[in-house]
């Protein structure tokens, strides 16, 4: 598989193309979003939602991928919440790995209470903890989460396979 739209060097970019592993496989498609889980420590049941095209700021979007961004990350925290039933969902954006702007993409994270106790923390400082733990998602783990998940974002997938277009402007 191979994408025009890859930017060399992006990690976003590569996993979403298929150049790099990607435990769970892509889990949805949508308005010119893809979703995965994350691949970083963030837990299982953390999904990514990122343009599919390099896009380095949210500033950047254009009108189709701004209109369906509302409502696919609502749907996205609906069906993490269905499996994971946290006490929070954090939708966050931060993009700035070493400092400098990247492809962006939304983190969807379902929190539970044990995440909390193990790190004694909640909010920025909990994702910070868990970034400093460093500990990576099981990939089983992970691809048993992504088989339960793809379903209940099912309609979407469905919705972009019928208007989605190849590079080369043939349908998929
Ligand atoms: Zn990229």
Redesign the pocket.
Known sequence: MSNA???AG?????L?DGRRPLPGGRVAEHGGWVVEHAVGPLGVGTLVV?PV????HVADLDESESAALGPLLRRVSAAVTELVRPEQVYVCLWSHAGGEP??IHFVVQPVRRADMERFDAFGPALQGAMFAEDERPDPAAVEEFCARVRPLLGSAQDEVMSSYRLPDGSAK
């Open positions: 739209r890859v930017h992006c990690l976003a970019c590569e979403a990122k095209r390099h896009v380095l990247g492809h």
